[in-house]
């Protein structure tokens, strides 16, 4: 089974630049998640979907973030413009949403993001 | 609000020693807990999770972490540190119904010395 996969892996910008990050979750998982990890710091969640639609987007800073998951299945992160406190590695997570392991959450290697 | 907490943004222990990872959570429901490991460059991968069953979870590669809500506590151990131990380890907590979002600590720094 294909784990999450995620592109760029690495990605550096000048602040006010635009970027954006991919996602691909495992086949069949309905809900995903967009974490923010800052160096020395525990993941934060940014944004979490439910098929194509957003369950949670509290903590997202509307003002420069922002995501979409079209279909249901890929999503795309993207910042713009980009600020200096941006830099940091940028996590993707899917989960089933129902069933005996649905509770697990798998996550994809991260695209680090340095703004200069 | 959930909340985690790490004590000790940095543990260090020799090979073969055992390894205590110190795990404090507050939630407001009833929990699932994990713990997470970290490689460089890498993303998280699941050591173990706790989801209202035994108190006592097993996990892979030799860890183990006991859940106690008298304490509010998850501590992870292992009996014998391996080099291939040396990793960030993240302890998170979630509600057991609705959304499931995981709200993590801070990580510990786990450094193995020969």
């Known amino acids: 089974e294909a784990g999450v996969a995620q592109s760029p892996r690495y990605k550096i910008i000048e602040k006010r630049q635009s970027v954006a990050f991919w996602c691909n979750p495992i086949s069949g998982h309905a809900t995903l998640y967009w974490y923010q990890q800052i160096l020395g710091q525990g993941p934060k969640l940014l944004i979490q979907f439910q098929n194509n639609g957003v369950v949670d987007d509290s903590q997202l800073p509307k003002d420069r973030f922002s995501a979409e998951r079209l279909k249901g299945v890929d999503s795309t992160l993207k910042i713009q413009p980009a600020k200096l406190e941006d830099s940091a590695v940028y996590l993707c997570a899917s989960r089933l949403t129902s069933g005996k392991s649905s509770y697990e959450q798998y996550f994809g290697p991260g695209t680090r993001l340095t703004v200069t | ?114």
């Open chain 2, 1 to 114: 609000a959930q909340s985690v907490t790490q004590l000790g943004s940095h543990v260090s222990v020799s090979e073969g020693a055992l390894v205590l990872l110190r795990c404090n959570y507050s939630s407001s429901v009833p929990p699932y807990l994990f713990w997470y490991v970290q490689y460089p460059n890498q993303g998280l991968q699941l050591l173990l999770k706790y989801t209202s069953a035994a108190t006592l979870v097993k996990g892979i590669n030799g860890f183990e972490a006991e859940f106690k809500k008298s304490e509010t506590s998850f501590h992870l151990t292992k009996p014998s540190a391996h080099m291939s131990d040396a990793a960030e380890y993240f302890c998170a907590v979630s509600e057991s119904q609705g959304a499931q979002k995981l709200v993590f600590g801070q990580g510990t720094r786990l450094t193995i010395n020969p």
